[in-house]
């Protein structure tokens, strides 16, 4: 597919064109990526489409999207996970089959992938801790199996930021459990995410890291989360053009219709520009840009 229109393809409902489109589950990415870097073609990685702000120019070069694949256990205590496979399609397999650890996951947008790529969390909970080994495809074409001590894994880090590595599929660890209780946790989660984010609108999800190497210069009391310091700076409801910062959750900016990248950046600039004259604090995005943003 030539000259695709990527906002459809993402959470936030922004973003230009790819020059050429191309679909895969994890088992089909190997022989693509091999094909588009003989032919010198640039290669950008595209999960669920959440946690992402495309350029309004678009990406150049080709878009791998990783979709749908397969799930299959291979121990009693580990399940095998294609990379496409989305995070609410492995908790829905998970119940079904009685297998407890991932349940609480329930709610959480986009991908395996990309949950791997920026080690998500949620209430306290990191992707890294369920993990056991991830099979990943190097930007030469190498496929490697590394065990989780060797995925680099820290608060929204991995190793696959650093090396431009692309995840294949992970092992996930499991264990036998009740499914009605296992209905329950997810439906706790799901109920949280619909009271705390505002789920009604197109987001990316939340747009800073929250600063947690930066504590020690908060004034006390002031909490350690990228979302309330910028409630705290008056930005809560700020607008520009058809984004605006999320009354609900300032980390959540929304697409009101019509939001351009271009919107967003003004917003994330501002935002960051404003922390950091009141607080000292440099936020970074947790977003990932795709495409150019000169």
Not at 44 to 49: A, E, K, M, Q, S
Not at 151 to 167: C, H, I, K, N, P
Request: aromatic share 6%; net charge neutral.
């Amino acid at each position: 597919m030539s000259g695709t229109r990527l906002a459809g393809l993402t959470t936030f409902g922004i973003g230009g064109s790819a020059d050429q489109l191309i679909e895969v589950s994890g088992a089909e990415a190997a022989a693509a990526c091999a094909k588009l870097r003989l032919e010198g073609t640039p290669i950008t990685f595209l999960g669920g489409g959440s946690n992402v702000l495309v350029s309004d120019a678009g990406v150049r070069g080709a878009v791998i999207r990783f979709h749908g694949g397969r799930i299959s256990r291979e121990a009693p205590d580990v399940v095998r996970v294609e990379a496409g496979v989305s995070v609410n399609g492995l908790v829905r397999w998970c119940i079904g089959h009685g297998l407890g650890g991932f349940e609480a996951w329930a709610g959480t947008p986009g991908t395996l992938g990309g949950a791997v790529y920026g080690n998500a969390h949620f209430q306290g909970r990191l992707m890294s801790e369920v993990v056991t080994r991830a099979c990943l495809l190097s930007r030469t074409g190498e496929i490697l199996i590394e065990p989780v001590e060797r995925l680099g894994f820290a608060y929204d880090v991995s190793r696959l930021q650093a090396t431009g590595e692309a995840l294949l599929w992970v092992e996930i660890r499991v264990h036998e459990a009740d499914p009605t209780a296992l209905r329950t946790t997810a439906k706790e989660s799901l109920t949280f995410r619909k009271r705390t984010q505002p789920l009604a609108l197109p987001s990316a999800g939340c747009i800073f890291q929250n600063p947690e190497d930066q504590r020690d210069r908060l004034p006390e009391g002031v909490p350690c989360s990228a979302g309330a310091l910028i409630d705290r700076v008056g930005l809560k409801g700020e607008k520009r053009g058809g984004a605006r910062i999320s009354p609900v959750h300032a980390n959540f900016f929304v697409n009101e219709g019509g939001a351009t990248a271009a919107d967003v950046v003004a917003l994330i600039d501002e935002a960051r520009l404003r922390v950091k004259e009141t607080f000292g604090i440099e936020l970074r995005e947790e977003i990932v840009r795709l495409g150019d943003f000169r």
